[in-house]
């Protein structure tokens, strides 16, 4: 009885919506192909493509790591741009650029308190732009310098902030009874000015900014990199400190009625411009120490690190359903994942594709996201 | 040319008000010589065009050139607002005309390109391989591929709201770029046809065809004989940008036939309302798949005579920025008119893409300015003495930054204060004929 309903079930499934039926079944037989991978079962099937392989336990656990850490990084900005998306009603393709923000005034700090003396303050809070004092000389790493890291990452969030609030009072302000799309050309048209002012102030160049030394440290045994486990440690902190505000505070409670219906909150006697200027402090904060932590993680910086990021961003907030603050971490995970393990299977040069795919799929075949259509912060 | 006025169709000569009150003051001149320009389409673009060509003429002869630099900066000019013009006439039909969101103009464009250049390269090409076919055969592959992917993107995207349509086609292009990019396909061959795209390292592409006119015995006498004032660098350009500028107008005249078409009506309709259209038993879904396939092969059409005719091209040729730089081309125009997009498409390259680095060509040229500091910090520091020459160098020396900035501004500044561009807030009739009655002291041309 129970299987017939579920054949039945197949049946619509496969008659109502063939395309997701179809990725039902691809996502199967790539699951069967890693368990087999991981077992080392090789079936030879046509030429010499197979089924299965042999796949290591340690390289499987270290691609779910790097998903993980970029997961958290794609959650942390894809929250900021959701709450945009959900109660500004539009979107925001300059938030790529906000995290490149948080990420250059941030290490601009950090770096100036680890390296204060060793170079020319210039040289320290324009993020080495040029030649200079090296990564390692200037010491700005979490083993030598936490006091450091941890300014850097509150002058992040505070720049990131102001850098947001004053965009949203000179550009979508006017244009509140505006459009989605007119404010998403708007926002273009934020994005390339912002990041190319980063570039005039900050420079092109693609440069290295933490220290590497004393970064690994053996914990039982396993030997973890420090910067790693801070990037873990801030964002599920603030992605925790997000859901209590959220649903224990009133401002938590006004964005949340905000995003459900715009008409009644104001109606109700919310101060909607008062929510709208606490959407943006706290979406750029967590924009820009996500760009700042990205950069802890990764090393290097450049001016084009958010634009590049601004993809997976969306592809994480659509996956998790706009509008959502829970469905963009999860997003983040799942796009995190995707963008790592899916290299088991295709050229390391195809991976942001199949992010990137991903996306599209969800949007055009579950709109409302993997997560059922919640659209309440 | 006249199509999307609300004048007389095809008046390039004057009108009966051409010969109204007669100029006597400055100010009266002015609204009359503006009152001429506005008078016909064609005039509006000419004299847009020709007031770029004197801001040209100005900046090269305060930056010293000759005769030689002048016809070299036009032809570049030229060769730009031809390729604007295309690719934004394109998006114009499918955002100006029927509202759809499409920001992967450059994915289209790189299809259209890449299509051409394994159809039509030469199969012993130095980087990436081809089956060296005729070049017309490579065209209208590339058009048809682009049309392709279109549909393929089309048929499930276009249901989107308009903001989830516009991720999509973003994701499409960077996902298309990527392809071209890699490894993997950059030396794909089956028996022996190469289907290489070359990678990162990118294609090398079939010559210009109008190369080949000046190879012949009047192209040769053409070369003597203007030689010393006209290099034949400058003359063989300016041979294929004619060849573009015959594209645009017969891309121009197309669109326009379409706009004012039944077909064209629709698509206005869905644009405006597409629930409405629906009620009145149109299928708009198979309107917008059209519309979309079509501006799709003029994309891919646009890519070819653009980044295709150049010799080579790599995948970075089409990055999304490429998308933005037409949107903007099509916002400065107003977006919904054909006109629009051409004059868009010039003030655009003229003023915003070309504009500000021949400008800092000149400042750096005049004033002698020293070497610009090589950080910001080496360029502000000095201020505190009231020096400001090094901020001024670090200004023209990073003024390709600059420029972006510049756009990024216009562009707020336009979506905020003047959202229907140059020419958008025009009315346009619907209709294939003259709607206006005949006037009795020819005053149709007060809108």
């Known amino acids: 009885m129970v299987a017939s309903n579920t054949i039945d079930r197949g049946r619509t499934l496969l008659r109502e919506q063939p395309v997701l039926a179809l990725a039902g079944v691809a996502?199967?037989?790539?699951?069967?192909?890693?368990?087999?991978?991981?077992?080392?079962?090789?079936?030879?099937?046509?030429?010499?493509?197979?089924?299965?392989?042999?796949?290591?336990?340690?390289?499987?656990?270290?691609?779910?790591?790097?998903?993980?850490?970029?997961?958290?990084?794609?959650?942390?900005?894809?929250?900021?741009?959701?709450?945009?998306?959900?109660?500004?009603?539009?979107?925001?393709?300059?938030?790529?650029?906000?995290?490149?923000?948080?990420?250059?005034?941030?290490?601009?700090?950090?770096?100036?308190?680890?390296?204060?003396?060793?170079?020319?303050?210039?040289?320290?809070?324009?993020?080495?732009?040029?030649?200079?004092?090296?990564?390692?000389?200037?010491?700005?790493?979490?083993?030598?310098?936490?006091?450091?890291?941890?300014?850097?990452?509150?002058?992040?969030?505070?720049?990131?902030?102001?850098?947001?609030?004053?965009?949203?009072?000179?550009?979508?302000?006017?244009?509140?009874?505006?459009?989605?799309?007119?404010?998403?050309?708007?926002?273009?048209?934020?994005?390339?000015?912002?990041?190319?002012?980063?570039?005039?102030?900050?420079?092109?160049?693609?440069?290295?900014?933490?220290?590497?030394?004393?970064?690994?440290?053996?914990?039982?045994g396993i030997t973890i990199d420090l910067h790693e486990a801070t990037l873990v440690l801030v964002a599920a902190g603030l992605m925790l400190g997000m859901h209590l505000m959220l649903q224990r505070t009133k401002l938590g409670k006004a964005m949340r009625a905000m995003a459900d219906n715009k008409d009644l909150a104001l109606v109700t006697g919310i101060p909607t411009e008062r929510v709208v200027t606490a959407t943006w402090v706290l979406g750029g904060a967590l924009a820009g120490v996500a760009g700042y932590l990205y950069v802890l993680?990764?090393?290097?910086?450049?001016?084009?690190?958010?634009?590049?990021?601004?993809?997976?961003?969306?592809?994480?907030?659509?996956?998790?359903?706009?509008?959502?603050?829970?469905?963009?971490?999860?997003?983040?995970?799942?796009?995190?994942?995707?963008?790592?393990?899916?290299?088991?299977?295709?050229?390391?040069?195809?991976?942001?594709?199949?992010?990137?795919?991903?996306?599209?799929?969800?949007l055009l075949y579950r709109p409302q996201g993997l997560f059922g259509g919640v659209t309440t912060a | 040319m006249s199509a999307d006025g609300s004048n007389d169709p095809d008046a390039d000569a004057p009108g009966p008000d051409a010969?109204?009150?007669?100029?006597?003051?400055?100010?009266?001149?002015?609204?009359?010589?503006?009152?001429?320009?506005?008078?016909?389409?064609?005039?509006?673009?000419?004299?847009?065009?020709?007031?770029?060509?004197?801001?040209?003429?100005?900046?090269?002869?305060?930056?010293?050139?000759?005769?030689?630099?002048?016809?070299?900066?036009?032809?570049?000019?030229?060769?730009?607002?031809?390729?604007?013009?295309?690719?934004?006439?394109?998006?114009?039909?499918?955002?100006?005309?029927?509202?759809?969101?499409?920001?992967?103009?450059?994915?289209?464009?790189?299809?259209?390109?890449?299509?051409?250049?394994?159809?039509?390269?030469?199969?012993?090409?130095?980087?990436?391989?081809?089956?060296?076919?005729?070049?017309?055969?490579?065209?209208?592959?590339?058009?048809?591929?682009?049309?392709?992917?279109?549909?393929?993107?089309?048929?499930?995207?276009l249901r989107l709201r308009a903001d989830y349509l516009a991720i999509v086609t973003l994701g499409l292009s960077e996902i298309i770029r990527l392809t071209l990019n890699s490894a993997t396909l950059s030396g794909w061959t089956i028996a022996t046809f190469g289907f290489g795209t070359g990678g990162g390292s990118g294609i090398d592409l079939p010559a210009r065809p109008t190369d080949a006119l000046l190879d012949t015995v009047v192209g040769t006498a053409?070369?003597?004989v203007l030689d010393p004032t006209i290099t034949a660098s400058v003359l063989r350009r300016s041979l294929w940008v004619l060849v573009m500028i015959g594209f645009v107008i017969g891309i121009y005249v197309l669109l326009a036939r379409v706009g004012n078409s039944p077909f064209g009506r629709v698509l206005k309709a869905i644009r405006e309302d597409e629930l409405v259209a629906q009620s009145l038993g149109k299928d708009t879904r198979?309107?917008?798949?059209?519309?979309?396939?079509?501006?799709?092969?003029?994309?891919?059409?646009?890519?070819?005579?653009?980044?295709?005719?150049?010799?080579y091209v790599s995948p970075d040729s089409f990055r999304p920025i490429v998308t933005f730089y037409v949107f903007v081309a099509v916002i400065i125009g107003g977006s919904g008119s054909n006109t629009g997009s051409l004059v868009g498409s010039i003030l655009f390259v003229g003023l915003l893409f070309e504009g500000p680095r021949t400008f800092g060509n000149i400042v750096s040229n005049a004033v002698s300015l020293p070497s610009a500091p090589g950080t910001f910090a080496g360029a502000v520091a000095p201020l505190a003495s009231l020096d400001v020459t090094?901020?001024?160098?670090?200004?023209?020396?990073?003024?390709?930054?600059?420029?972006?900035?510049?756009?990024?501004?216009v562009l707020i500044l336009i979506i905020q204060k003047r959202p229907d561009g140059v020419l958008g807030h025009r009315t346009e009739t619907a209709a294939a004929i003259d709607l206006d009655r005949p006037a009795a002291n020819g005053g149709g041309n007060d809108e």
């Open chain 1, 27 to 220: 996502g199967a037989v790539l699951v069967l192909d890693l368990l087999a991978r991981l077992a080392g079962v090789e079936v030879p099937l046509v030429g010499d493509r197979t089924f299965g392989g042999s796949l290591g336990m340690g390289r499987f656990g270290g691609l779910l790591w790097n998903g993980i850490i970029v997961g958290l990084i794609f959650g942390l900005a894809g929250i900021g741009l959701s709450m945009t998306y959900s109660i500004l009603n539009f979107a925001n393709f300059s938030h790529g650029d906000l995290v490149t923000t948080g990420a250059f005034t941030g290490w601009g700090a950090a770096l100036l308190v680890a390296g204060w003396g060793v170079a020319d303050v210039g040289h320290l809070l324009l993020v080495r732009p040029g030649s200079g004092a090296n990564p390692n000389e200037i010491g700005a790493s979490i083993a030598q310098a936490p006091l450091s890291i941890l300014i850097g990452a509150a002058v992040a969030a505070v720049a990131t902030v102001v850098v947001a609030v004053a965009i949203d009072r000179a550009v979508y302000k006017p244009m509140r009874d505006r459009g989605g799309i007119a404010l998403l050309i708007a926002s273009i048209g934020v994005a390339l000015a912002l990041r190319y002012v980063i570039q005039f102030v900050y420079g092109s160049r693609n440069r290295g900014v933490t220290s590497t030394q004393d970064v690994n440290a053996t914990v039982l």
């Open chain 1, 297 to 362: 993680e990764r090393g290097t910086i450049e001016f084009n690190l958010g634009w590049f990021l601004l993809l997976f961003i969306f592809a994480a907030v659509i996956l998790g359903g706009i509008g959502s603050i829970y469905g963009a971490i999860a997003g983040g995970f799942v796009i995190g994942f995707v963008h790592e393990v899916s290299l088991i299977w295709v050229p390391s040069d195809f991976n942001a594709a199949a992010a990137f795919t991903i996306m599209i799929l969800v």
């Open chain 2, 19 to 157: 010969e109204g009150p007669s100029a006597d003051g400055p100010a009266d001149l002015a609204a009359y010589l503006r009152a001429e320009v506005a008078a016909t389409d064609f005039r509006i673009v000419v004299a847009t065009m020709l007031a770029v060509y004197a801001l040209f003429a100005v900046f090269t002869l305060l930056a010293g050139g000759g005769l030689n630099t002048l016809g070299s900066t036009w032809v570049r000019l030229t060769f730009l607002f031809a390729a604007y013009a295309i690719l934004s006439l394109a998006l114009n039909l499918h955002w100006g005309y029927t509202g759809l969101f499409n920001i992967g103009v450059a994915g289209f464009m790189g299809v259209g390109v890449y299509t051409m250049a394994v159809l039509s390269t030469p199969p012993d090409a130095i980087s990436g391989m081809g089956l060296g076919l005729p070049l017309p055969v490579g065209i209208v592959g590339g058009m048809l591929a682009a049309a392709l992917v279109g549909l393929v993107a089309a048929v499930p995207a």
């Open chain 2, 222 to 224: 053409l070369v003597d």
């Open chain 2, 286 to 311: 198979w309107f917008k798949i059209k519309v979309f396939m079509l501006g799709c092969a003029l994309m891919g059409l646009g890519g070819i005579l653009w980044q295709g005719s150049q010799g």
């Open chain 2, 390 to 409: 090094p901020l001024l160098s670090y200004l023209v020396g990073n003024i390709s930054a600059f420029r972006f900035i510049l756009l990024g501004v």
